[in-house]
């Protein structure tokens, strides 16, 4: 089964928003067995809408599309469906009653816009929609399914887990699509490549192997769809296992998660706590580890520490320290992290100070330059990174570097006991 | 001029990564006065990448392409458009040199694949990619433009500011595209709409208004496009202030800005600093913040305080509130922003407690119930909120409430005056 996704919205166009319900929407059919062959981002305007919807026809057996179901004018989504199908409009009693449980709820009055969100092409079923007041349709044409959602993050996450899976499941039988990803660090995508060569000669057709490299990580995507779940496991695995055992101290974990998700498995499956000082990622490095749940088992928290003050009254770093290397130095870093462990009591701890720019660089140290130090109880280390010119970057990769260190160093102290 | 972009890669199709970079250049080709059309996701497939070319060919008149130039085996894009146009392949001596110059400078050997990055279609020109290894491709016919840059965001960001859109400056006359943003936050949609119906039946055709919801905030933006650039904006703009004098104290902000950035530019106009104190959001509202270049003169830093050991030892919150009426809680959330407010010596603080879930929740206190508090010298004000039951929504919606907070603090803190 063949599934295209169709975004809807000038706002995705002008790049006011990025479109994520299509990552989303694609992971979620993809994890079903529903390949998706193709997302198209398309403006609020009829003619182009029709066009969309037309080609993609063609070419998917599932249509699923996302946005312009909001009650304001630029909203033209169900209308475009109604004359693509050579529908009237009809008020749906179900949909009308929901939207006027959540306006009497909130206790909030009914606005005419309202009442007409009820307003949907007559041949169409509506779906449920429990977290918001535009209706979910779902329509049928020649074996095809087309179905419209709002494009509300959450309201489309539900409505996708919740109704439109389950029925598409009930209705056909797919089948298995199984990724196995393999995390590397420390390894550009072609040395990887040279590495493996005989053995990404030797896949067999039905099985596919990509490179995505970021950051300095490469994933190593191995993937397979087929009937047999089981045996497609094993295929995949196979290869998978004669790849991993092939690059060693490359591979960072054979699942498909993120670098602060496989630290938080390792030092929580050895009962360590981690905090964090945090200069230049400014709370993004402990977001990254606080996004994932159960995280508070490991992190116990820490602190970002803009100014020198903080750095001074939060960690103990010496104003002399500061003073005579600097803020973005081996020595500041150094004590930021020995700081962290003694005022926060934690295993580990991680430091990062650094210029994220545009601002801020000193003669010998341009934007870009960040120092990461981890410590525990036996050590500290510390280690130069030189980033880009552009702050978003630097920080992320600050945060990627800052884990890779924290994983490797997990690792070696492994090695020594 | 028509624009469109096509991001080529089996991962955004299978949901592994959200494909950010179609809307970042959407965003600097309409900035240039160059409308995109449509945005397509394709795979790495011959046939289909050759099926998306010719359509979006039939449609637009330059046509930007990402992903697929890597240096492994599933990297076809630069095949596949020799393909498309007829042409064969030719080792470009430039190419190679800038490879070779970057491998000996990492000290690395280069590989045959490495050698083959300098290959290219023989009838188009390369555009120096300064950043990295795989060439960026532009190509003409009948009048129309397609270039192929990396899928490595970076990559792609430069060659677009210093290289592609320089050019198509140069050649072509474009329009002005206006757009004019306004953030609204505490009415909802239908309700704003309701408000200024009168203004956005009066609107001229050449103005498009829509309505961007998001998380309790609402942008309105108005859009125009011409020749004359006074003349546009001076139209867009006389809608605009009808809007904002009709919304009153809903607007927040009447530029196209972050909720966290409305407030750096309040505080740092009145000289004000900020820290926080940070639980159920993990370093996220640190992050929001500290990703704003210049921050530094309001934001202090803060902590995140995910233990009960941190949130006493680093803020003070006393424990026998923490026993008596737990984390999550008016009591101890005042205590947390009081306290940040001490130890981090700041004008304002802002702290916030909640439970993002999916665990964690306690009798009364269901995932999604998080409490906010901002304090100032005179006043500490706590608010609860209830959200959903998303961890990842829980934690977003908690930093938009508590930068809505401070916004709205503020004002009243100005009026005081």
């Known amino acids: 089964m063949l599934a295209e996704i169709i975004t809807i919205g000038d706002e995705i166009l002008i790049g006011q928003i990025v479109d994520t319900n299509s990552a989303w929407m694609a992971k979620a059919l993809n994890q079903a067995g529903i390949k998706v062959k193709q997302i198209t981002s398309v403006s609020d305007d009829e003619s182009h809408i029709l066009d969309a919807l037309a080609l993609t026809e063609n070419r998917a057996d599932l249509i699923l599309m996302t946005g312009g179901l909001g009650p304001t004018k630029d909203d033209i989504t169900k209308f475009t469906l109604a004359k693509y199908f050579g529908m009237g409009m ?22 005419e816009a309202n009442i007409r969100q009820a307003d949907v092409p007559d041949g169409c079923t509506v779906v449920p929609n429990l977290n918001g007041t535009a209706p979910c349709m779902w329509f049928e044409r020649n074996g095809k399914i087309f179905v419209s959602m709002p494009g509300v993050p959450f309201e489309m996450m539900y409505l996708m887990d919740e109704e439109i ?15 196995k990803t393999i995390l590397t660090a420390g390894l550009g995508e072609s040395f990887l490549a040279q590495r493996i060569e005989d053995i990404e000669d030797s896949l067999p057709e039905t099985i596919k192997l990509a490179y995505l490299p970021k950051l300095g990580q490469v994933r190593l995507r191995l993937s397979s769809s087929g009937k047999d779940e089981q045996q497609l496991q094993q295929n995949v695995n196979l290869y998978a296992n004669l790849i991993t055992d092939r690059l060693g101290a490359y591979v960072v974990s054979d699942d498909d998660i993120d670098l602060e998700k496989v630290m938080l498995n390792i030092m929580d499956q050895k009962g360590l706590t981690l905090s964090a000082a945090e200069s230049c990622t400014g709370g993004y490095l402990s977001h990254l580890i606080t996004r994932h749940p159960g995280c508070s088992s490991v992190f116990a928290g820490g602190a970002v520490v803009y100014s020198y003050e903080l750095k001074e009254s939060v960690l103990g770093v010496k104003p002399q320290t500061l003073e005579a290397y600097g803020a973005v130095s081996e020595e500041t870093v150094k004590e930021m992290a020995l700081g962290a462990l003694k005022h926060f009591k934690t295993d580990y701890s991680v430091a990062v100070s650094g210029i994220a720019g545009p601002g801020g660089e000193t003669p010998g140290k341009p934007v870009g330059t960040v120092w990461v130090a981890v410590a525990n109880r036996n050590r500290v280390v510390a280690k130069l990174h030189h980033f880009s010119n552009k702050r978003a970057q630097n920080i992320e990769r600050s945060a990627a570097a800052a884990l890779t260190m924290i994983v490797n160093l997990l690792k070696e102290d492994e090695e020594l006991v």
Chains 1, 2 share one sequence.
């Open 90 to 111: 009809r008020n749906d009693p179900a949909v009308l009653k929901h939207v006027t449980e959540i306006f009497s709820k909130n206790g909030r009055p009914m606005l």
């Open 165 to 179: 899976i389950p029925r598409i499941k009930q209705r056909f039988e797919l089948p298995f699509i199984y990724h």
